[in-house]
């Protein structure tokens, strides 16, 4: 009941009468959740996993004061302000030395972790790796520590994402994408927070808590690679790894103000990355990179595009990175929009694009109104029902036994209704609220194996007509709004709508990145205050609510292109950044 009532606080009031009916139904997510192990045990087993991290970070600081002691004379502080292309020359020439930059990126990160409780554990294992890291002194990141996503395979680690079911499973061997770190000498180093089953832009989950944003405590780092938004943007990592399902490398760069790339799906390995959801294929996942700086995620992609990835997972197709296209200065013609027409953007958002935009304009580019076709419709019967087909059977089976994180309970409590009751209400509510009915009668699933196909191939004939709308518009790439700025904390369960920006491009596998560009004012917060919305719903309210008290927070903005021209996304990127910096200046 507790959960119901919750619920029931966030929608209209006179559409809430209509759920009071479902409140003998949530006995089913309590059902649910007690099966399995029993409260006890999985109480032991989050014990258990904490002491693990604890221990962790504890030899971790013990081998720091160590080696502090023995090396007064490393400058800490310069080394922290490195660029990652000034690190890599440093330490390629011999200026610097791994083991300072490790130790003081080690430091950083357990001092950062205190304040935002980033951090799921540090990878011992990378003390040892020092040791040998000559053997690939020749490596693109040779000697650059890196930060991984807690869903990333790594020897001897668990991946839990949150969840008490995944405890206790170690890995048996390191994911293809940290065998590629480590053959290009990077040096994985900790792990990161994530939200709980990972499908929630927070970052909190019952078994590490939550990680806060580096800019304001008060304020979400985002999710769900969250842990590794929260690292970078306090300045612990300037190299990390996170994975992306709807936005869960996009919407923390936004909230934390760095950089972070979606690649086009199937251009990373994602061997040994575990996720909840595993085989559902309309919304795939994707890994990727996340850094203080567009050059860094350049560098990134091209050290882990290499013959050594190619030939562990042979599934990656062999595409090494273009640097021709990265660094091509061509014009382009770019299509731009303000407002995606399903969720109003914040004020500071919307100001963000036009800024970019006329930047953009000066520099010689051609910038022309562009649309999403069918969003509403899109967003319901081909996202939602994508992502959770199985009407949230194989979410709900992952939490059996684990406590529900505070910031999960708000989404997961229509999950658990029964599809009859979804569908009844989805009508009932239509009247009231045309969003919350289509996606309540969404989270339904697609019924039957015939049903998924249909939706398959919805999928890749909206793929292809989208692809036909950008060759109409003869457009060689998007800048659009990014979800921000960070929320304030427990309103992303309530709000998966507001991800309408980034969610819509993992359907349509279109690589995606965010550039942090500006900063919200003062008169962005006094232009919140007249915010309404598009639906003018009790969605439109709890964004304004989530968004407010911004100010100083950092806003991005995303740069698309269409599938497999990653290189020249992440050049528009770069442009934008540099066009930022230059009107900064």
């Not at 409780?117 to 000559?134: A, R, V």
């Not at 970078?232 to 950089?259: E, N």
């Not at 649309?371 to 979410?395: F, Q, R, S, W």
């Not at 709000?495 to 920006?501: G, K, P, T, V």
Request: hydrophobic content about 35%; glycine content about 8%; some cysteine.
């Amino acid at each position: 009941m507790e959960g119901v009532q919750r619920y029931l606080e966030n929608v209209e009031p006179r559409t809430a009468a209509l759920f009071t009916s479902a409140a003998c139904m949530i006995g089913t997510v309590v059902v649910l959740l007690q099966k399995g192990y029993t409260q006890r045990e999985a109480k032991a087993k989050i014990q258990k996993a904490q002491n693990r991290r604890t221990d962790s970070l504890q030899r971790a600081e013990h081998a720091v004061l160590q080696y502090n002691k023995s090396h007064p004379e490393t400058d800490s502080a310069l080394i922290l302000t490195l660029s990652l292309s000034e690190l890599t020359k440093k330490l390629q020439e011999g200026s610097l030395n791994p083991e300072e930059v490790f130790y003081s990126y080690m430091e950083k990160t357990l001092d950062l972790n205190k304040d935002l409780n980033c951090c799921t554990g540090i990878l011992l294992e990378s003390f040892d790796q020092m040791k040998t890291l000559d053997s690939n002194r020749k490596g693109l990141l040779y000697g650059v520590p890196v930060s991984i996503k807690e869903n990333y395979g790594y020897k001897n680690s668990e991946s839990s994402c949150g969840v008490v079911i995944n405890l206790d499973h170690p890995a048996k061997k390191d994911s293809v994408l940290v065998e590629v770190l480590k053959k290009q000498g990077a040096i994985p180093f900790v792990k990161t927070n994530i939200p709980q089953a990972l499908l929630n832009y927070e970052c909190s989950n019952p078994i590490f808590g939550q990680t806060l944003n580096p800019h304001n405590p008060l304020k979400t780092s985002g999710g769900s690679s969250g842990g590794e938004g929260a690292l970078i943007g306090g300045g612990g990592s300037l190299l990390g790894m996170g994975s992306d399902i709807g936005g869960s490398i996009r919407l923390p760069a936004s909230f934390c103000g760095i950089c972070g790339f979606k690649p086009t799906p199937g251009r990373l390995s994602t061997q040994g990355l575990s996720s909840i959801y595993r085989g559902q294929k309309s919304m795939p996942s994707c890994a990727g990179p996340m850094a203080r700086d567009v050059d860094s995620l350049a560098l990134c992609m091209q050290a882990l595009l290499c013959d050594h990835m190619f030939s562990l997972d042979p599934t990656v197709p062999p595409v090494p990175f273009n640097v021709q296209i990265y660094q091509s200065s061509k014009r382009l013609r770019i299509g731009y929009l303000e407002s995606d027409g399903y969720t109003q953007p914040s004020p500071s958002m919307a100001r963000s694009v036009r800024e970019v935009k006329a930047l953009l304009e000066a520099a010689g580019h051609t910038l022309v109104p562009y649309c999403h076709l069918n969003l509403e419709y899109v967003l319901a019967e081909l996202v939602v029902k994508g992502i959770l087909a199985d009407g949230a059977t194989t979410l709900l089976q992952k939490l059996e036994g684990s406590p529900v994180d505070p910031s999960l309970r708000a989404q997961i409590v229509p999950y658990a209704l029964p599809i009859w009751l979804k569908k009844t209400l989805s009508f009932l509510l239509k009247p009231f609220s045309t969003r919350a009915s289509v996606v309540l009668g969404g989270l339904c699933g697609v019924g039957s194996i015939q049903d998924l196909w249909k939706q398959h191939a919805a999928v890749e004939d909206y793929i292809q007509e989208t692809i036909a709308e950008w060759r109409k518009c003869n457009i060689d790439a998007l800048l659009c709004p990014v979800t921000g700025p960070a929320y304030n904390h427990l309103f992303c369960g309530k709000l998966s709508s507001a991800a309408s920006y980034t969610l819509i491009f993992n359907l349509l596998q279109c690589p995606a990145g965010v550039v942090p560009v500006s900063t919200v004012t003062a008169e962005d917060e006094e232009e919140l205050k007249h915010y309404k919305g598009v639906y003018q719903d009790q969605w439109d309210k709890l964004f304004k609510q989530a968004v407010c008290g911004g100010e100083g927070l950092p806003v991005g903005v995303q740069c698309v292109t269409l599938p497999w021209q990653d290189e020249l996304c992440l050049r528009l990127m770069k442009e934008v950044e540099q066009l930022v910096k230059q009107s900064k200046a």
